[in-house]
């Protein structure tokens, strides 16, 4: 079974850098698309950035393009680099992954959650 652990949540303030890790285990990371998701007090989980599974197409929410890049190495991890932090950035971050998605696509429905981080924006 897949699992995935995410690190690098924190406390900042406005116009602070956080970078996230996960690192996946339990698969073929090469066969997964990957994404990050974020939950705000009282608000559903919402796709914040997602790349394919050869890293060759990204997805960003409107909220945070220009700020935030997402990343993933050829073994067992991606990252979201996210800049100028704000405080509507506050949420707790989790990391996904969908077996063979359509190239390009967007997906809501992950094959696999990690635990959350969580990210403070203070202003």
């Known amino acids: 079974q897949l699992q995935l652990v995410e690190s690098g949540g924190g406390f900042v303030q406005d116009g602070d850098s956080l970078r996230l890790s996960c690192v996946v285990s339990g698969g073929i990371f090469s066969t997964y698309a990957m994404g990050w998701f974020r939950q705000s007090t009282g608000k559903a989980r919402e796709i914040t950035a997602q790349i394919s599974r050869n890293g060759g197409s990204t997805y960003y929410a409107d909220s945070v393009k220009g700020r935030f890049t997402i990343s993933r190495d050829s073994t067992n991890a991606v990252y979201l680099q996210m800049n100028n932090l704000q405080p509507e950035d506050t949420g707790v971050y989790y990391c996904?992954?969908?077996?063979?998605?359509?190239?390009?696509?967007?997906?809501?429905?992950?094959?696999?959650w990690g635990q959350g981080t969580q990210v403070t924006v203070s202003s």
């Open positions: 996904a992954a969908k077996q063979y998605p359509n190239y390009g696509s967007v997906w809501s429905s992950p094959d696999s």
